[in-house]
């Protein structure tokens, strides 16, 4: 059985960083693109970041709004992504989740939560 499941978020200060962990217990982890998703009450979920597979050397995507301020790593071993959100603002609130969307684009986790006050 697959699982899917998101870790690390919480409540910070704007300016203060939060590392979200995604734990992905799918087959061929190494070779599967993983993306970090947000999305806020009202408003359609957002890409925020995604890294590619081993086979296109596991290269790092961001949006506009975090290039710069987030980095997103993976650890195949673990099956595990990371998203390191640095510098963060009130705009970075909402709950972030982790998907597979070239593979399992409708699977999703539950999420985590991130809080940002100015």
């Known amino acids: 059985q697959v699982q899917l499941v998101e870790s690390g978020g919480g409540s910070v200060q704007a300016g203060e960083s939060l590392r979200l962990s995604c734990t992905y217990s799918?087959?061929?982890?190494?070779?599967?693109?993983i993306a970090w998703y947000r999305q806020v009450p009202g408003k359609e979920r957002e890409l925020v970041a995604r890294i590619s597979s081993i086979r296109d050397d596991s290269r790092p995507t961001y949006s506009e709004a975090v290039k710069g301020r987030f980095a997103i790593a993976r650890d195949n071993a673990k099956k595990m992504v990371f998203l390191q959100m640095d510098s963060l603002a009130p705009e970075d609130t909402g709950v972030y989740y982790c998907n597979a969307p070239f593979r399992f684009p409708h699977f999703w986790g539950q999420g985590t939560q991130v809080t940002v006050s100015s």
């Open positions: 799918v087959t061929h982890f190494s070779t599967t693109s």
